[in-house]
């Protein structure tokens, strides 16, 4: 169990960082739980809008890159497209995944600045870098952006409002899995709170293995293929897993 001065701080993507094994296990278990997973088709039937906030081009791809590909134009024509304001961001920032079909949520992935609270369509599904992730500059942009978006959210009816989600970057290379009595993911505050993590349900068989980390416990941003390199475990319930747990 980690206390919150001992969690690893950096000033960027570890995008070599070592996957440690167990969050292979992990994953798995969180995906044959129905509280604890969505499958694609639950997302696409629940979310009016995904907005996905990345800080780079190769955050999006290791976090969201089964998502992405999931949800564009299975034609095979290229699903996002727009150039950005800077370099580094040319091929994410304004960039989007238009719907495949009738029913499909959109996809924008815009970077932390272009992020305008009271712009977010009603209905969306945002997600933003955990607060407590350790990459500093990072975890201060979102934790303004989740400010905002919070503020703004106060001011919506109820049909209206924004599901606020967080994703890891860099936290699966330092967190601590939670252990059976149900404790935090590790002791960075209350901020990563295992009760409200779930997972995304990928094509296949329920409880199917997540493909995105190899054997060897290895992952980068830079592997290739549509799944992602970081495991896709969120913090922050949708209304329809809060709603099944309630109902349960």
């Known amino acids: 169990m980690r206390h919150d001065e001992e969690r690893p701080r950096t000033s960027g993507f570890l995008s070599r960082g070592t996957m440690p094994g ?15 997973h969505l499958r694609l088709d ?18 999006a791809e290791a976090c969201f890159g089964q998502l992405l590909a999931e949800f564009a134009d299975p034609s095979g024509a290229p699903g996002v497209s727009g150039a950005g304001a800077t370099a580094e961001a040319a091929s994410l920032q304004g960039a989007s995944v238009e719907a495949s079909s009738v029913g499909t949520p959109s996809v924008d992935v815009i970077g932390p ?3 305008v609270a009271e712009r977010v369509p009603a209905g969306t599904w945002v997600f933003l870098p955990h607060r407590q992730d350790g990459w500093t500059e990072l975890e201060e942009t979102s934790e303004r952006l989740r400010r905002g978006l919070v503020r703004d959210n106060s001011t919506r009816e109820v049909g209206e409002r924004l599901t606020l989600i967080e994703y890891g970057v860099n936290l699966w290379t330092w967190a601590e899995p939670p252990s059976s009595g149900g404790d935090p993911v590790c002791h960075a505050g209350e901020l990563i709170s295992w009760e409200s993590a779930w997972a995304l349900g990928l094509p296949g068989e329920p409880g199917e293995a997540w493909d995105g980390e190899a054997s060897s416990g290895e992952a980068s941003a830079g592997d290739s293929g549509p799944a992602s390199a970081r495991p896709p475990i969120y913090f922050g319930l949708p209304p329809v897993l809060r709603t099944r747990r309630w109902n349960s």
């Open 22 to 36: 167990h969050w292979t296990q992990v994953l798995a278990e969180m995906r044959t739980n129905a509280f604890t």
């Open 42 to 59: 639950e997302i696409r039937a629940e979310a009016a809008h995904l907005l996905i906030v990345v800080p780079s081009p190769a955050v």
């Open 113 to 115: 600045e272009e992020l």
